[in-house]
């Protein structure tokens, strides 16, 4: 791998038809980084991957890859001449050969006696040095999709890309190939673009995550910033969920109705008066005299916490999640507090 600069694209649009898929995105992707594309179906994830990848040609904008630009408005590197790594999110394995000849096809040299030793180190990093022999069909979907990785691998691209790779998987094994499949990446110094609409993946794999929404990028940032400090509603509660707090401002503090806020700036809602806080930043207990009391309305048990719903005098419920081994409230009248 020679790249020294990573992955840029650059006011990049792309139409089927009359309608922008992607429009105006501009990304950097350094080496070593994990980068999500997080959204909906049809918020022009998988098109920007294709684009990257140089399987579609955007209408506008310019791809780089390092030093070298590989499309623009007046050339177009074809896919398989660009040093990028695509893993499909069906794996997309020949089904006719073994698991060494499916990693051994994306090599230049596929049949030197160097390309079959780096094949058997990339199936032993993911740890498949006992499959090399083994059909596609006698592998789990796990197995299937770390083939498909050290395939990917074995072109020792600068740009890899991943559509959904977990997605097809049960929950247990999902986390194992994940854990396999992060450890690869960052061992390899490489610039990753994964696709995911789980918003929990993205929080869990990525460096920095972008929210695309209607073929624009809404927000870029590390995942605890998206988290923390989303942009808009829609993001605040793709993330699950959260709380709208009114505040005033008095001599540069920040008072809402659970106290005062004291975790930093963070950007008021569009509302201007509003604060975004998730349900762990708030403590629920018994009734406190003059301060002001909610309904307990509902209790939901989510395996390691717990989630009360309360509600005031405005009827908006309020969310607040306490950990499973703390005291329960059984009171029907509850106190909030920031934490």
């Keep these: ?27 950097s992707v350094p080496p070593g980084e994990i980068h ?40 177009h590197q074809l896919a398989e001449h660009r040093p990028v ?40 990093d993911v740890g498949l040095e006992k499959h090399l022999q083994s059909m596609p069909h006698t592998l789990s979907g796990g197995e299937q999709q770390r083939v498909a990785l050290a395939r990917a691998m074995a072109r020792t691209p600068d740009v890899m890309l991943l559509d959904e790779p977990f997605s097809g998987l049960d929950v247990e094994l999902r986390n194992d190939v994940r854990e396999t499949t992060l450890r690869v990446l960052r061992a390899s110094n490489v610039s990753t673009v994964m696709v995911t609409h789980d918003p929990a993946e993205a ?27 989303p ?24 008072m809402t109705p659970f106290g005062e806020w004291t975790r930093g700036e963070r950007r008021p809602h569009e509302q201007q008066d509003r604060l975004f806080v998730r349900p762990e930043e708030l403590s629920v207990g018994p009734p406190i005299d003059g301060e002001p009391q909610y309904d307990l309305i509902g ?26 081994t703390e005291p329960r409230i059984e009171s029907e009248r509850v106190s909030v507090r920031l934490r």
């Design 231 to 254: 942009v808009d509603d829609r993001i605040a509660r793709s993330f699950g969920l959260v709380n709208l707090v009114s505040f005033v401002e008095r001599d540069g503090r920040r």
């Design 1 to 27: 791998m020679t790249n020294q600069m990573g992955l840029k694209i650059q006011d990049v649009t792309h139409r089927f038809g009359q309608m922008e898929a992607v429009r105006d995105v501009t990304l």
């Design 299 to 324: 209790v939901s048990l989510e395996g390691a916490t717990v989630i009360y719903e309360v509600r005031g005098d405005d009827t908006r419920s309020i969310y607040v999640r306490s950990l499973a």
């Design 203 to 229: 929080m869990s794999c990525a460096d920095r995550v972008s929210v695309m929404h209607r073929g624009q990028i809404v927000q870029t940032d590390q995942p605890h910033d998206i988290y923390g400090d």
């Design 36 to 75: 999500c594309l997080l959204g909906p179906s049809g918020s022009g994830k998988s098109t920007l991957l294709r684009i990257i990848s140089g399987l579609l040609r955007q209408h506008h904008g310019t791809v780089s890859i390092g030093d070298a630009v590989v499309s623009d408005a007046s050339k």
């Design 85 to 124: 790594g695509f893993v499909f999110q069906d794996y997309a394995l020949f089904p006719h050969l073994s698991v060494l000849r499916n990693v051994l096809f994306g090599m230049p040299a596929r049949w030197s006696q160097a390309s079959r030793e780096r094949a058997r180190q990339l199936l032993a």
